[in-house]
Nanobody
Framework: QIQLVESGGGLVQAGGSLRLSCAAS????????VGWFRQAPGQEREFVAT????????FYGNSVKGRFSITRDNAKSTVYLQMNSLKPEDTAVYYC???????????????WGQGTQVTVSS
C-alpha cells in the first residue's frame, strides 16, 4: 500500500515557475515507478512525466518536454516536478501516481494522490 500527497500548486503568471511535490508513505515506494499526470476541465487525464525507481530514467510528455523536470529523493520518499516557462495551457489539476508496468498510461497506475491545482494566468 502506498499513500500519495501532492503539494506546491498555486497561481502563477505565464513564464513563471512552480515546483510540485509528491510525498509518499509505504514501504515499497523506492521500488516503484512514479508518474505525474494532469487533467484540465473537460479533458482526459494527460501524461506529464515519469521516473524510474532509481531516478536514472525519465520520460516526458511532448507538451512539457524541455520545460518540466521530474526528480525523486527516495530517502525522503518524495518525487518532485519542477515546472518552468509555464503557459496558460498548463493549467490543470496535477496528480502523482505510483506502481505501474506501463509508464505513460494513466489507467495502469495503481495508486493516486488527490491532486493539486495549478493555474497559469496570461
Amino acid at each position: 500500500q502506498i499513500q500519495l500527497v501532492e503539494s506546491g500548486g498555486g497561481l502563477v503568471q505565464a513564464g513563471g515557475s512552480l515546483r510540485l511535490s509528491c510525498a509518499a508513505s509505504g514501504r515499497t515506494f523506492s521500488e516503484e515507478v512514479v508518474g505525474w499526470f494532469r487533467q484540465a476541465p473537460g479533458q482526459e487525464r494527460e501524461f506529464v512525466a515519469t521516473i524510474s525507481p532509481s531516478g536514472t530514467t525519465t520520460f516526458y510528455g511532448n507538451s512539457v518536454k524541455g520545460r518540466f523536470s521530474i526528480t525523486r529523493d527516495n530517502a525522503k520518499s518524495t518525487v518532485y516536478l519542477q515546472m518552468n516557462s509555464l503557459k496558460p495551457e498548463d493549467t490543470a489539476v496535477y496528480y502523482c501516481a505510483a506502481e505501474t508496468q506501463e509508464w505513460a498510461v494513466p489507467n495502469a497506475y495503481r495508486y493516486w494522490g488527490q491532486g493539486t491545482q495549478v493555474t497559469v494566468s496570461s
